[in-house]
């Protein structure tokens, strides 16, 4: 019983110390919270999702979530527009081949 009540413990001051640091970079302390903040997001925006396409009733996301999300974005742009830029080149090479 007492090694369940300082397991307890334990868990709630890693937890409270992660949510004192969570707007650090990410480290050893705030690493479980900020994945448990990232997975309760996903877990409410699965829950609440929008009836139609056109709806913008979309739960506001964490400032985490949001970091991640502007990285991601940008690194989509760049890797497709790399696609774009090889598909381009390989559709001119392909129209100046002569027949």
Sequence with gaps: MQEQKTLICEY????IKGFMLRNEPE?????GFIHFTRYNYLI??????PKTVLDKSWIDAP?????????MTSF???????????YDG????????PD
């Design 27 to 31: 480290c050893e302390e705030n690493k």
């Design 44 to 49: 409410r925006l699965r829950d609440n999702l």
């Design 76 to 86: 989509i742009v760049v890797e497709m527009h790399e696609l774009c830029f090889l």
């Design 90 to 97: 390989e559709l001119k090479l392909i129209l100046s081949w």
């Design 12 to 15: 709630f001051y890693r937890y």
């Design 63 to 71: 400032k985490l979530v949001k970091e991640v999300c502007v990285q």
